[in-house]
């Protein structure tokens, strides 16, 4: 028999060992050569230049193990047609513009049209982040918002609090196995801006509709862009303050 | 004191200490080292490799066909947005190559005449122009107003 002395000398030896376990090597930065407080990222789209060739999202895929078949997007871009006559756009985006845009209506037909590429918008005050009930997904301090793949259990929560559609459920074929089953979403390629690259897809456009710089280096060209453009953001309303922004784009484009 | 407080005492500290010793074992080690989230994990996403390399390591071994292109029209094209992801290329050219598509449909993704795209970029009617032909056969990819091909 457990005499309640050596039960609780045990449960203070039990103690004593967990207290060990969680201290923590507290660090300042992720890494020794990023300095995440030096940087805040954002992004500007120009829908005035998007062709639609849907180079952007392929881009995307690949570099970040998404699967190809469609409805898995981490940025998607989407055709905003007015015909003639009528007041409300047509919208779609077939594949998510994977394989560019067929030809669907007679130019004779259209009032306007235009193409606006779509990616998380790395909110401010992001309702995904709010909403998990684990801490899988954050903001780190450099203004990106992430999953964390080992820690998400999948409930789904974030996927139907982000007003954009920005997230989607990894399925359980994906390539990447660490992935499956988690909700996944756009990083902005931190893996690559931590590194001084530029996201995929802004590596990938041909025209320049995508954008990408670090609002606190005062020499990045995004400064320029964002004091020369007339620049909105999608769903102010909601008030997720957006971090991606919009050039030549109508308060229909939600 | 009476005994039946102490004892009351006894079971909610035994109790407050098994859930810091679960909460020690469950919760990561690195959780709440930035904030309400596993400080592992910013890590494991910035270590994750790249795929696309860029314009300039291409330069070190294609110098000549980075040249025409830099001077040329589709200066402003990636080259990995048209051979596709290339950073293990770069690293092991033999081993893996890069895409190569020279197909009237792959170019026709950017210059199909599309009523939805900016009117000042240069769109050309895929059915009627150049005659069916390969357009790198009249038009050099790497600067397409240099005629003749590669």
Redesign the interface.
Known sequence: MITRRKF?KA?GL??AT??G??A?T??AE??EY?DWSKHYYSFVVDS????????CVR?CK??NEVPLEPFFFRTWVE?Y?WLKGEEEPYVDSPNGGF???P?I???KA?RK???VPKLCNQCDRPPCVQVCPV????K??DGVV?V????CIGCRYCIQACPYGARYLYPFNGPRKSRRGTADKC?W????I??G?KP?CV??????ARKFGDLKDPNDEIHKLLDENRISVLKPEQGTKPKVFYIGIDTEVR | MRKIHIRVAMVYITAAILFLIIRSFVVPPTFGEYDWYRGDSVREIMELPPQHANATVCKDCHSERYDLWSGGAHSTVSCESCHGPSYSHTKDPIIVSANVDNSREFCGLCHAQNPSRPADFPQIDMDTHGNGNLCVVCHNPHSPWVFGGE
């Open positions: 609780l449960l039990l103690s967990a207290a376990v969680s923590k507290s660090r992720p890494t990023y005035t230049k998007c062709i639609g060739c849907g180079r881009a690949l570099e055709r047609i394989e560019g845009f030809v209506y007679d130019e259209i049209s235009y193409f801490g899988a997904t954050y780190t301090e992430l964390d793949e080992k820690y990083t390629c931190y893996h690559r931590t590194k690259l995929a590596e990938a456009c041909p025209v320049g």
